[in-house]
């Protein structure tokens, strides 16, 4: 997936995939989502997934809300949030781009 955002590119096939997010939902269920927290090379983050209809992930039509795909920039705060939710081991932090003294 590729996104341009205030003139950044993010692309999660180049970037380096730092947690999968634990969906609570199985795939048959329009909450499941499947959301990974990405660093670019320059050290930007962003949240790329899919979802169903429910996600954080669904798209707008005009009959409703149907199942999507996505690219979410995050500021570096943002992004240590997710690690932390996604259950980001201590040794990972550091070469995730954060303070291994975080967690």
Known sequence: MTKVSNGKT?????A??????PSAFPPTN???????LYRTQ???YFLAGEGGSQSRWA???????????G????????ALAYAKDGGLSRDR???AGFDPMVP
Do not use: M
């Open 10 to 14: 993010y692309r999660s096939h180049t």
């Open 16 to 21: 380096q995939l730092i947690v999968t997010l």
């Open 71 to 78: 690219i979410e920039p995050l500021s570096k705060d943002e």
């Open 42 to 44: 320059r050290g930007a």
């Open 30 to 36: 329009n909450r499941w989502h499947d959301t990974r």
């Open 59 to 69: 798209k707008r039509t005009t009959n409703g809300l149907i199942p999507g795909t």
């Open 93 to 95: 932090f550091a070469r």
